[in-house]
């Protein structure tokens, strides 16, 4: 069964905006790291959390990691046209022998 | 700083043909992940390598399906007969551990007329 399922499946903003998507998993995690794919090009890493950690910043980006809800959210600040893109989450958890990724959020930032 | 180098980046082929795709990873990761991405299932691991040793084989469909890693720098996804059905981006990627971040290729966008 599927690890991580991120939400909204699609997002449409404007320039300037603030982006929010969300994951949610199901099994105690280990790590849990956000992917971005822009469209015809593989994913590329933004940021990993660990599980003892609740908030992490990379440049206009937040995650934030609430383990008791088991979730995660990423908001991407004052949103640019270069942003749109798929965002990927992707769990591990001790004893997994790989990394689970979730279905994806298809962010479209409007100029 | 190479990437992961995939090759072709696009494979039209058709039905019955053998398709052979390859993948050299960054140097120094130990591990070499093999994925296949579609509209209907997303992104799902076929295989993964540790040090040029496969360790969880679950995720290949089917028995057409194999791959090999001869060497830490070089790894190829064979498909033997191709079926419309394996229509897809084909990814690899290389990580240092297993819980690092993954470095994918850009892909290969396979066509089985």
């Known amino acids: 069964s599927q690890q991580g399922e991120e939400d909204p499946q699609a997002l449409s903003i404007q320039e300037g905006e603030n982006a929010t998507m969300n994951c949610s998993y199901k099994?105690?995690?280990?790590?849990l790291q956000w992917y971005r794919q822009n469209s015809g090009r593989g994913l590329v890493h933004l940021i990993l959390?660990?599980?003892?950690?609740r908030e992490k910043h990379s440049g206009r980006l937040r995650v934030t990691l609430d383990t008791s809800k088991k979730s995660s959210s990423l908001l991407i600040t004052a949103s640019r046209a270069a942003d749109t893109a798929s965002y990927f989450c992707?769990?591990?958890?001790?004893?997994?022998?790989?990394?689970?990724f979730g279905t994806g959020t298809r962010l479209t930032v409007i100029p | 700083d190479a990437g992961v180098i995939q090759s072709p980046r696009h494979e039209v082929t058709e039905m019955g043909q053998e398709v052979t795709l390859r993948c050299k990873p960054i140097?120094?990761?130990?591990?070499l992940f093999w994925y296949r991405q579609t509209m209907m299932r997303g992104l799902e691991l076929l295989i993964y390598?540790?040090?040029?040793?496969?360790?969880?084989d679950s995720g290949m469909p089917e028995d057409r399906f194999s791959a090999k890693m001869p060497n830490a720098s070089f790894s190829t996804l064979k498909i033997q007969p191709s079926e419309p059905r394996d229509s897809a981006v084909y990814f690899c990627?290389?990580?240092?551990?297993?819980?690092?971040?993954?470095?994918f290729g850009d892909g290969t966008r396979l066509s089985i007329l």
């Open positions: 990627a290389s990580s240092l551990t297993v819980y690092q971040p993954q470095h």
């Open positions: 099994t105690s995690i280990n790590n």
């Open positions: 959390i660990r599980s003892n950690e």
């Open positions: 992707a769990t591990d958890w001790w004893g997994a022998n790989n990394l689970f």
């Open positions: 140097s120094g990761h130990d591990y």
């Open positions: 390598f540790n040090n040029n040793v496969p360790i969880d």
